[in-house]
């Protein structure tokens, strides 16, 4: 069977519900863990990744690249921005309160010279 890469979910996919319990639109989703390197308040050089829950199954997620988190100087590294990705995965994965892991994570990178 060939994979393709797509943009559009399969035909028979559809939203998943959301029950949002003691949550509501615009409250933080919360550490797992303090020290949690993707979502932890007390990790000395974790991305400190905070996601607001947007509506839907919708999350608005940001961290700030520091001096810790670049490969070369001024520029995320590519490792960086996949833990990110996995990181926000995980929360949307409380919010639907389903857990999951990856089968796969594949994040092609194009050159921007």
């Not at 007390?42 to 919708?58: E, F, N, R, Y």
Request: charged residues 15%.
């Amino acid at each position: 069977m060939a994979r393709v890469a797509s943009t559009e979910p399969p035909a028979d996919a559809s939203v998943p519900e959301i029950d949002l319990g003691h949550f509501s639109i615009g409250d933080r989703i919360p550490s797992h863990m303090s020290d949690c390197f993707g979502c932890g308040k007390d990790h000395p050089t974790g991305l400190h990744i905070q996601s607001i829950i947007a509506g839907g199954p919708k999350l608005e997620s940001n961290f700030v690249v520091g001096e810790f988190h670049q490969g070369a100087p001024g520029l995320a590294h590519g490792g960086i921005l996949t833990l990110a990705c996995d990181e926000v995965l995980g929360h949307l994965m409380y919010l639907l309160k389903s857990p999951a892991v990856p089968a796969i994570e594949h994040f092609p990178y194009t050159a921007f010279c």
